[in-house]
């Protein structure tokens, strides 16, 4: 039976922390209880600031807990030869250098704390089987090397690649794992951290003002921590929503070694690694990217992974699958720091696919910043800089995007015109009384029916049947089918749409 889950959620301690019950007062409050925001309040609290955590759901469950768990100092997911391009060679050497210390740094919270969550150092591989991708690998290579890091021509994987180079040293945990055991340790007076916890508005000013399902904080300066800021940012205007995939299966033999082994295969990578939970180890894949809200029927994605696997190894079951989200920035590099505009107000974005490091590393910045003693790496990825050159055509792409899909889905209809011919596990999006509306059924016949307008800047959101949600494919704010965000920048839950009974 596969879990509809990550791997890291079935096989880590849960955390017990406490539902937000009074208002507070604090130096900082840190929205999002990821690898991002208790970074952040283990640095905070340790200078002394008074720090509160605010979690919607459980800490670490949100984009942390369905990341692949691989440390890597190169920029994986954007090619650093693609950041040297537009940036130069210095900007490409300070990206790498700034990633391997924040890996440096969850290595020593590791140690400090004595966490066990599974942290190895193996080597990062990236490799064509076919050879199709070689130039692409070829100048990925040269970049890495003139950053300063050592390659190999030595993979150690059971196919062996027509081309590929790796880098030894490189890490992998359990993600999930390291930020609840960080977030207990840390956790105290001064350092208060709420789970299950809802930022419902925000304002910022002397104080800033964080209001939350459950009560009101006021604090000196806040930190958005939510892989992207929550409300109306101008940097929303700069960065691609992605969904990606992943399953993880158990093979009848022949694991490969431990390392991070990345596939080229036409112009996309498909990352590989080995992973031993409490029932025995699992071979997971990750790949299949595409943007937000673009496929309906994403269920083909994870049975290509499936059969990915099946093609290489020898596959007794898959066990688990799940999907995740990330954030492509305009120019190549995350944002940041303080945003665009604002005075007390840090964001910490744009991360693509490769949050745990960056995740980490933006703590390290905006903590500092806050404490007075500004970062190296700050002037590299603040998130207010303006760079027409390095951005301009993903700027231009992503925001054409965003227009499209305003015109064309208020102008389209579909041919609905009756509750009952939408079926279990459906979503159609219909008008009623001259209303656009979301109205889909779950698995039991159920009927939702919610404005299909997303609250965020105004997009219609679209059916996602794979994972029962309604997705905007602006800026990828998600919902479950009662309209309650999941993730994305949407702070308010689609309206519900009262319906007469007659209809359904």
Excluded at 114 to 126: A, K, M, T, Y
Excluded at 352 to 366: E, H, K, N
């Amino acid at each position: 039976m596969v879990n509809i889950t990550s791997v890291w959620k079935d096989n880590s301690k849960q955390g017990s922390f406490p539902i937000l019950d009074q208002d507070l007062t604090v130096d900082v409050a840190i929205i999002g209880g990821g690898i991002t925001g208790i970074t952040a309040a283990y640095l905070l609290a340790k200078q002394g600031k008074k720090v509160t955590v605010l979690e919607a759901r459980a800490i670490g469950e949100g984009s942390t807990g369905f990341s692949t768990g691989n440390l890597y100092a190169i920029p994986g997911s954007e090619g650093l030869h693609t950041i040297e391009k537009k940036w130069g060679k210095e900007h490409a050497r300070q990206v790498v250098e700034s990633r391997a210390a924040a890996i440096d740094f969850i290595e020593a919270r590791i140690q400090e704390f004595n966490i066990n969550c599974g942290f190895v150092h193996v080597p990062w591989c990236l490799f064509s089987e076919q050879g199709e991708s070689a130039s692409y690998i070829q100048k990925e290579r040269e970049a890495v090397e003139r950053a300063g890091l050592t390659t190999s021509d030595f993979i150690p994987f059971d196919i062996k690649p027509s081309v590929g180079f790796s880098i030894a040293n490189q890490a992998q945990f359990n993600p999930l794992q390291y930020t609840v055991a960080l977030a207990q340790h840390i956790q105290s007076d001064s350092c208060l951290i709420f789970e299950h916890t809802k930022m419902m508005s925000y304002e910022e000013g002397e104080p800033c003002t964080v209001i939350t399902d459950r009560g009101k904080i006021t604090a000196t300066e806040v930190i958005m921590a939510t892989h992207t800021p929550k409300g109306l940012y101008f940097v929303h205007s700069s960065m691609e929503p992605y969904r990606e995939y992943a399953v993880a299966a158990t093979l009848n033999d022949n694991y490969p070694p431990n390392g991070t082994y990345w596939d080229m295969i036409s112009k996309q990578h498909y990352s590989i690694r080995t992973y031993d939970t409490a029932h025995g180890k699992v071979l997971m894949v990750l790949g299949e990217k595409h943007k937000v809200g673009t496929e309906e029927h994403n269920e083909s994605r994870f049975r290509n992974l499936e059969n990915f696997l099946r093609e290489r190894f020898n596959v007794n079951s898959v066990v688990y699958s799940w999907a995740a989200q990330q954030y492509k920035p305009a120019d190549g590099i995350p944002y940041i720091g303080k945003s665009s505009g604002s005075k007390k107000t840090y964001i910490a974005t744009g991360f693509s696919a490769d949050g745990l490091v960056y995740g980490t590393l933006a703590a390290i910045i905006i903590s500092a910043e806050i404490i007075g003693n500004p970062n190296p790496w700050n002037k590299l990825y603040d998130a207010s800089r303006i760079t027409p050159i390095a951005s301009a055509a993903n700027y231009i792409k992503a925001n054409a995007s965003v227009t499209y899909e305003l015109i064309k889905d208020y102008l389209f209809k579909e041919n609905v015109d009756h509750f009952s011919e939408i079926k279990p596990t459906e979503g159609k999006i219909m008008e009623i009384n001259g209303q656009k509306c979301a109205v889909s059924r779950n698995r039991t016949g159920d009927l939702f029916i919610v404005s299909a307008v997303c609250p965020h800047m105004g997009c219609i959101v679209h059916w996602n049947s794979g994972e029962q949600s309604w997705d905007c494919p602006c800026h990828g704010s998600r919902f479950t089918t009662d309209g309650e965000v999941i993730e994305g920048p949407a702070i308010s839950a689609l309206a519900p749409i009262h319906h007469e009974p007659s209809k359904s």
